[in-house]
């Protein structure tokens, strides 16, 4: 049974950082395309970035250049380094990690629903 689970969140002023951690068991990250997606408040789902299993990111344009995506496959664990916050980050985060092995971002990206997906943890920025 896969099970992933989201940390790190938290409240942080506008220029902080936070970093969000997302352990995974009952699945080995480094054969799965994995990223990072949030959810604001009456706002549509946005999908953050992503890393392959070639360790090949791909992020969304409002966050290139202040988030840093990555994975330790020894540790089963995906990371975001987010920094450089704004207030327009307030989201709830979400991992999710693709059920199809050796597939690249695109198509993961587009198949949220049917990805494994985490509980999700809240990330608060205040300007």
């Known amino acids: 049974q896969v099970e992933l689970v989201e940390s790190g969140g938290g409240s942080v002023q506008a220029g902080g950082s936070l970093r969000l951690s997302c352990t995974a068991s009952?699945?080995?990250?480094?054969?799965?395309?994995m990223g990072w997606f949030r959810q604001a408040p009456g706002k549509e789902r946005e999908a953050v970035a992503c890393?392959?299993?070639?360790?090949?990111?791909t992020y969304a344009d409002s966050v290139l250049g202040r988030f840093i995506i990555s994975k330790d496959n020894a540790k089963n664990t995906l990371y975001l380094q987010m920094n450089s916050l704004k207030s327009e980050d307030t989201a709830m985060y979400y991992c999710?990690?693709?059920?199809?092995?050796?597939?690249?971002?695109?198509?993961?990206?587009?198949?949220?629903?049917?990805?494994?997906r985490g509980q999700g943890t809240q990330v608060t920025v205040s300007s």
């Open positions: 999710s990690g693709d059920r199809h092995p050796f597939r690249v971002c695109a198509p993961f990206l587009k198949e949220y629903e049917e990805n494994f």
């Open positions: 009952g699945y080995i990250t480094n054969h799965y395309s």
């Open positions: 890393i392959d299993n070639i360790l090949k990111v």
